[in-house]
């Protein structure tokens, strides 16, 4: 066992908090923790603090009882399509393909949201001044139905244990990440204010890849493969 994988281990077995970026390598590390334990003569013990952050963010949402509002994936990207259609009927934008619009206008919000932009004071071009007002309504349409979109729901994490709705972690362990976020920043701020501590380990390295080839049967085969292939390297 590797000296990071050890100190992951070690610092859950002690209570830490351990994100990863995505759920394989959350699996991959309970995994080794199960086995360690096993090899020490362990028959019985606590489930580790070890989940990827997507889903310690989901989970922080449900002790705080309000799982029902948060607002993702399909049914997200169905009312954006809906208010695009809404907001561009009778104009030149109906002709817009609404499906792709509604993806990257989506998208927009989220890294706008994500890293808190607001574009209100600063000169527009027409089609940000469209998003704009996208965005206005999108944003109504939630604060009615009281629904939470996703970007928004680490600031309601943080907010809710800055005043103690939610349990402030002493120690967190970073794993896997690539690179910073405005998310990740804002666990770091929250955690140091009250404290704690937040250390960043990078996952162990891929093991070199061996390239070669695997001839199929037939068409379905090789598509339901590469399909398989490529889900199990994004870490779904």
Not at 8 to 26: C, F, Q, W
Not at 140 to 164: H, I, K, S, T, Y
Not at 174 to 201: K, N
């Amino acid at each position: 066992m590797s000296a990071i994988q050890q100190r992951i281990i070690t610092a859950a077995a002690a209570g830490a908090l351990v994100l990863t970026a995505n759920k394989r390598l959350s699996r991959h590390l309970i995994a080794a923790y199960d086995t360690q334990l096993q090899a020490a003569g362990e028959t019985v013990w606590a489930t580790p603090q070890i989940i990827s952050f997507d889903g310690w963010l989901h989970r922080c949402l449900a002790d705080l009882g309000e799982s029902w509002r948060l607002l993702e994936g399909f049914p997200a990207l169905r009312l954006w399509e809906q208010l695009i259609e809404k907001q561009s009927a009778n104009s030149e934008l109906e002709l817009l393909q609404l499906a792709a619009t509604a993806r990257k206008v989506q998208e927009a919000y989220q890294w706008s949201v994500s890293y808190d932009c607001n574009a209100d004071d600063f000169p527009l071009t027409e089609d940000q001044q469209v998003f704009q007002h996208w965005q206005k309504a999108y944003r109504q349409q939630c604060q009615q139905q009281r629904w939470l979109d996703r970007a928004e729901l680490p600031a309601l994490v943080f907010a809710a244990m800055r005043n103690g709705q939610l349990a402030l972690p002493t120690e967190v362990l970073l794993v896997g990440f690539d690179q910073s976020t405005p998310e990740l920043e804002g666990l770091r701020r929250v955690v140091e204010q009250a404290g704690g501590q937040i250390e960043e380990l990078q996952a162990e390295p891929a093991a070199q890849a061996q390239i070669g080839s695997f001839a199929c049967p037939d068409p379905q085969r090789e598509v339901e493969l590469a399909a398989r292939s490529r889900a199990a390297r994004s870490g779904g």
